[in-house]
């Protein structure tokens, strides 16, 4: 079992949801409005948090969809510090966490902050998408 497997399997035991790492050293789960993705690289050693924020089948970003994310992704102020990227058309939020002294708990907590930006960055984009 890797050091992955472990956290993982020990966040799902003390939070209660049911995680499992698939075949690509991922896991993911969802909530209301994301989806989030955590990647183990093991070249790295760390796990990557990433979500969506802004819907595939919305197409192609536009000049101002994109302008809003490169405002918000100045000096990470908007993200909280978070990365903002474009992925086959979609924007999505990540951060790296290296697993060097990962608990499952600080695992879990860094989750749920990651939850709270991406939350927070897909609102601003929709706003900004609607308008």
């Known amino acids: 079992m890797s050091q992955f497997d472990k956290l993982i399997s020990e966040l799902a035991a003390f939070s209660g949801l049911s995680l499992e790492v698939d075949g690509n050293n991922s896991c993911a789960l ?38 809003k994310a490169l405002e918000l992704s100045y000096n990470g102020s908007g993200t909280r510090q978070h990365f903002l990227g474009l992925f086959d058309d979609t924007l999505v939020l990540s951060i790296p966490v290296p697993v060097k002294d990962l608990t499952a708990r600080v695992l879990g907590q860094k989750i749920v902050a990651f939850a709270n930006a991406a939350a927070a960055v897909k609102t601003e984009l929709a706003a900004c998408r609607r308008s």
Request: proline share 8%; net charge negative; glycine share 6%.
């Open 30 to 67: 969802s909530t209301d409005d994301l989806y989030i993705t955590m990647l183990y690289r093991a070249d790295l050693n760390d796990i990557v948090i990433f979500a969506p924020v802004t819907d595939p089948d919305d197409g192609e970003p536009g000049k101002e969809l994109l302008r």
